[in-house]
């Protein structure tokens, strides 16, 4: 089994920047956040283990998924980096930063906190449990399907990004299922970190219209993370990025900077 994350750089400036998706995402997610940096930053956008072309392991905690990211810093060279972590990937960011606070020059979660989150995804597991994408004929097809179990289009396009084309015909997961859905119901939970956790350049990105990241997060963060700073980005949900690009790439660069 290939142990290094499937990755893509951007760029080649000097300061790195690496970039780590939610849960149900991939690298190309960030493609666009990733290609803006790139004239200042060198970025790496990467596959967690279980999804897009990363390998797939039963494996999946996020000290583990925090060591990928290790893994995958001495596999290119990079002693010190950036790092942007959204949803699952800000988790794991945040893990990061407790254990290897020597590999980074700043820490940026986006739209995530400690505490345990309802158990949401579930019906996005059921679709891929029960529809026979096999049989498909074309995304759109496969779009249909989904409708039922993700009302939302935006949602529908994000997890398409999921199938790929067969070569006998239909469509078929790119990502481990099974250990995904066993890592999201154990990982729904609050992440415990120590007190605190992090000490070093932290920004919390979030969007006006999201409930992932509320007051009382905010309170707690302070505590695990004591140089965290708030940036509300406005008209955008839970994919901020996706949502205001051009707010989230400014406020981004100049976090990086200050």
Do not use: C
Request: aromatic share 12%.
């Amino acid at each position: 089994m290939n142990s290094v994350l499937d990755y893509r750089i951007y760029g080649n400036a000097p300061e790195v920047v690496y970039i780590l998706h939610g849960i149900f995402g991939m690298k190309d997610n960030w493609h666009q956040i990733a290609n803006a940096l790139a004239p200042d930053y060198t970025v790496v956008t990467a596959d967690a283990r279980n999804h897009g072309r990363s390998f797939h392991s039963h494996e999946m905690t996020y000290k583990i998924m925090a060591e990928d990211v290790a893994g995958l810093m001495e596999h290119l060279g990079h002693t010190q980096i950036h790092l942007v972590g959204h949803s699952m990937g800000g988790k794991t960011a945040m893990k990061f930063a407790t254990l290897f606070p020597e590999l980074l020059l700043s820490l940026t979660v986006v739209d995530i906190a400690l505490r345990a989150y309802p158990p949401g995804h579930l019906p996005y597991f059921k679709a891929f449990e029960e529809i026979d994408f096999l049989s498909m004929q074309s995304r759109s097809e496969a779009e249909q399907a989904l409708l039922p179990y993700a009302p939302d289009l935006q949602v529908r396009q994000f997890l398409l990004k999921n199938l790929e084309a067969l070569p006998g015909g239909g469509y078929g997961p790119k990502f481990n299922l099974p250990a995904i859905k066993e890592f999201y119901l154990e990982s729904i939970g609050k992440l415990n970190l120590p007190t605190p956790a992090y000490t070093r350049k932290t920004a919390i990105i979030y969007g006006e219209n999201s409930s992932y990241v509320n007051e009382q997060d905010r309170l707690e963060f302070k505590e695990h993370f004591p140089q965290a700073f708030f940036i509300e980005i406005p008209a955008a949900g839970h994919w901020v990025h996706a949502d205001n690009p051009t707010a989230f790439l400014t406020e981004l660069k100049q976090f990086f900077i200050q």
